[in-house]
């Protein structure tokens, strides 16, 4: 089994997603930077965008994990 959290995912489940365990990975060390950036700097703020930014790195890992493909870069928004 593996663990997501404080929960484990059944073997069935974490056999469709290969890549469940590395996605947890990554999304503990996004909190765990989160929380010592908040004690650190004691800015919720800064704490908030660096779990923020450190998540949609987890989030694109992902996606890549799943896809074989890497997300589309959203902050190209081209405006006239």
Same mark, same amino acid.
């Given at each position: !089994? ?5 929960? $484990? =995912? &059944? ?10 365990? #590395?996605?947890?990975? %990554?999304? *503990?060390?996004?909190? !765990?930077? @989160?929380? /010592?950036? /908040?004690?650190?700097?004691? @800015?919720?703020? =800064?704490?908030? @965008? =660096?779990? $923020? =930014? #450190?998540? #949609?790195? %987890?989030?694109?890992?992902?996606? /890549?994990? #799943?896809? @074989?493909?890497?997300?589309? &870069? $959203? *902050?190209? &928004?081209? $405006?006239?």
């Amino acid at each position: !089994m593996v663990n997501l959290g404080l929960s $484990r =995912v &059944d073997d069935a489940v974490a056999a469709k997603h290969p890549g469940l365990g #590395e996605y947890a990975a %990554c999304q *503990s060390h996004a909190f !765990m930077k @989160g929380v /010592f950036t /908040f004690v650190t700097v004691a @800015g919720s703020v =800064v704490s908030y @965008g =660096v779990t $923020r =930014v #450190e998540s #949609e790195k %987890c989030n694109n890992l992902w996606l /890549f994990l #799943e896809t @074989g493909q890497l997300p589309k &870069d $959203r *902050s190209t &928004d081209q $405006r006239s």
